[in-house]
């Protein structure tokens, strides 16, 4: 969908929705040669709970911390979520009941204590936060991180025994770029790679010493292998 597209369907605006991509909160999936921005059904996701977690008081970068979580699952977020809205009802509910007593109170109808004014009103730190950091916050993102770090690097290592074993093959071979396109999965499993990206990234994986050296340990000869089953790939798919 086109930015205009979210901003009719979403009731947020098109500026919004910029700012977001801006600050990196909301990227598009997509963004075409003329500029255009294009968000996918996973971005879609993505505002959906930017707008429940604004609603709930939550900042942008607060926000922006727990969806780049690790240790973040969409799923439990709703539930989360849907809990303290919940409790967020009640409060609205105590409230309202304290605005017509009020009401009341000022049509000489009821009597009022000074604390019973202030009935629902609560000022202090977001309560919902907490229960947030708990779930996804540094403690929870370390241990996450941990148990990811070691499973992405036993996942590297696999594939880079596999490429190994491939690399005296052809670079456009079916064996080879299907080892090459687990390895691009792999890559935006941990970050964020184009196509291009990972063409550049192959093509470091040779200039760079470092790169090579940690790569050939291997197997003599894979970090060229495997720079050009990248750009094979990243050409393959640009062409389909």
Same mark, same amino acid.
């Given at each position: 969908m086109k930015v205009k597209e979210v901003a009719e369907m979403t009731g947020v605006s098109i500026r919004t929705l910029h700012h977001y991509d801006d600050i990196g909160l909301l990227i598009p999936d997509e963004v075409t040669e003329a500029g255009y921005r294009l968000y996918s059904n996973e971005n879609l996701a993505d505002l959906q709970q930017i707008l429940f977690f604004r609603e709930l008081g939550f900042s942008l970068k607060q926000i922006k911390e727990l969806l780049q979580s690790p240790a973040f699952e969409r799923v439990e977020a709703l539930e989360l979520q849907r *809990?303290? =809205?919940l409790q967020k009802k009640t409060q609205l509910e105590v409230m309202l009941h304290t605005i017509d007593r009020t009401i009341q109170s000022e049509k000489g109808e009821d009597m009022m204590t000074n604390e019973e004014k202030f009935k629902g009103f609560d000022f202090r730190k *977001?309560?919902?936060?907490?229960?947030?950091?708990? $779930?996804? /916050?540094? @403690? @929870?993102?370390?241990?996450? *991180?941990? @148990?990811? /770090? &070691?499973?992405?690097? *036993?996942e590297m290592n696999r594939i880079y025994f596999k490429l190994a074993e =491939? $690399?005296?093959q052809k670079a456009d071979s079916i064996e080879a770029q299907a080892a090459i396109e687990e390895w691009f999965i792999l890559l935006n499993r941990m970050g964020s790679y184009s196509l291009d990206a990972f063409r550049g990234l192959g093509d470091m994986y040779v200039?760079? &010493?470092?790169? @090579?050296q940690n790569i050939d340990q291997f197997g003599e000869g894979l970090a060229e292998f495997m720079r050009d089953a990248m750009s094979v790939y990243a050409d393959q798919q640009n062409r389909g």
């Open positions: *809990n303290m =809205l *977001n309560p919902y936060e907490e229960e947030a950091k708990a $779930r996804w /916050g540094e @403690k @929870k993102v370390e241990q996450t *991180n941990r @148990k990811f /770090g &070691e499973e992405m690097q *036993n =491939l $690399r005296h200039a760079d &010493e470092r790169f @090579k």
